[in-house]
């Protein structure tokens, strides 16, 4: 396990925005545009008892909002589970958790998740919630059958299951 004289700023930032907020949010993007932007959670596990959650496909600020707002949530007796809906994190419309324990997916996208949880907690990352919003305008998620494209492709399904 690391300990505080031999971390980075970044890992210390990471480790006092977990202790103070409840999680520390990197929100990854392509410079290029060929891929969706996306922010994941660091700390759920230790702060709300809850897996780490995901994000795709919406502006930083947004997805970081998102992000903290599940927290918030969660610290208050919600329970992550698939296919739950969650209020209050885009206005007019729920979202719904998805489970993934793809392990590529995890090794993909949760790098300072996969950090934290093995040096400040000895553990392995092996699941997480995606958090999948509909079209604005529709309504409809990614797998309602008359779904914009656009929709599913801002946020490529990494959970097990479509419904």
Known sequence: MSTADTLDPEE?????????HGCHILAVWDDEGNEPDFAYSVGFPVSVGQPEVLVYGLSREIMKSMINEVCRQCGEGLELSDGLRIQGLLEGHDCIAKWCSSREAIDEHFGWALWYHSTQRGLDVEGFYQIVWPGAASGLFPWDEGVSQDVIDAQPALYESVA
């Open 12 to 20: 210390r930032k990471c480790l006092a925005e977990i202790a103070e």
